[in-house]
């Protein structure tokens, strides 16, 4: 359940760990965190809009809509080679690591579409103020990558090899 030790509480108040901390973080979770951002994100631009708050130019938004195009492939192509790929992080007992397509420049590309689509959603939609909420969700994609790669070292055979042969998590040549 919990990495904290029951004994623990998190933060300092009367209640036990074991049942409220795990209520709290189940409300309060990262990813809903994220969710949330993006939602706030997407509610922005409207308002940029009609109060005129950003002023994008044409050329800006064509070339991002495009880029959010290449993120929305690239997570076609992912699924496309991974037919293990999806929303929970886990291992099935016939799953072998995918040494082919995007898999071969990065180790999470799913992720690196999804980082495209956040970074340049604002701008598709004409809006800079925008880019706040969105790239305030990217941590939150950074830790479920560190957090992918911890269970797939343990339950994968060969991921850490791949891991050696494929140097860069989410962006080639970066990280």
Known sequence: MSRLPSTTSFPPTSFTLDNNWL???HCVS??????????????????????????????LVIFSNLIVLLGYALIFWVFKVNRYASATIRTEAEQTVILSGP???????????????????????????????????????????????????????????????????LLPMVW
Not at 30 to 59: C, E, M, Q, T
């Open 23 to 25: 209520l709290i973080h």
């Open 30 to 59: 990262p990813s809903k965190i994220a969710n949330l951002l993006v939602v706030i994100g997407i509610l922005i631009p409207g308002f940029d809009y009609r109060y005129h708050l950003s002023i994008v130019p044409v050329w």
């Open 103 to 169: 898999y071969a420049v990065v180790r999470h590309p799913m992720y690196t579409g999804g980082l495209l689509i956040l970074l340049f959603t604002p701008m598709a939609l004409g809006s800079y103020w925008a880019l706040i909420p969105f790239a305030a969700s990217i941590p939150v994609i950074v830790l479920r990558a560190l957090n992918e790669e911890d269970v797939l070292l343990r339950e994968l055979p060969g991921y850490r090899e791949y891991c050696s042969k494929t140097r860069y998590r």
